[in-house]
């Protein structure tokens, strides 16, 4: 972030409060798609809004125990707008990454039922989320048979076995 940016947070700030601020500083991150940070910043909002400290000092236990569902609430939340966002973009392996800390396979199950895998893609990875880790195998093993052939497919499914 260039100070300018962060200057106008602070007056963001200032003039209309923690939450105008964290809003804007999350709007900026979208538009620049560091939906990483951007996961970071729905859960400060979060932590805003139940009335705690932006700032985590450590696991989130620092939150009373009456705060701990509607923050875990809000993870999910954020995980499920990331996650949605890098769908969007066609970066699965990303957004694996949140709907896996929610176990939530359908939205990747969807992308990959969907998905041309091209020569563009991590292929490896794809193929990882779809067979090994179980959100589409039959895809997952059409694509290691289409790319890699019959002899990895037939390792690919004895390891599996194993």
């Given at each position: 972030m260039d100070t300018a940016f962060l200057d106008q947070l602070e007056q963001t700030a200032k003039s209309g409060g923690p939450l105008a601020a964290i809003d804007k500083l999350a709007a900026e991150l979208k538009a620049k798609k560091d939906y990483n940070a951007l996961f970071y910043t729905l859960l400060m909002k979060k932590r805003v809004e139940l009335g705690a400290s932006p700032i985590a000092t450590g696991s989130n236990t620092d939150l009373p125990a009456s705060m701990h569902r509607a923050f875990e609430e809000g993870i999910a939340d954020a995980a499920r707008t990331v996650g949605a966002l890098y769908l969007a973009e066609g970066l699965i392996p990303q957004a694996w990454g949140y709907f896996r800390m929610l176990n939530e396979v359908g939205p990747v199950a969807e992308a990959l039922q969907n998905l041309e895998l091209d020569d563009t893609m991590d292929a490896q990875a794809i193929i990882d989320i779809?067979?090994?880790?179980?959100?589409?195998?039959?895809?997952?093993?059409?694509?290691?048979?289409?790319?890699?052939?019959?002899?990895?497919?037939?390792?690919?499914?004895?390891?599996?076995?194993?």
């Open positions: 779809a067979f090994h880790q179980g959100v589409l195998p039959d895809k997952g093993f059409d694509w290691v048979l289409e790319r890699f052939g019959t002899c990895s497919a037939i390792t690919v499914m004895s390891s599996d076995a194993n």
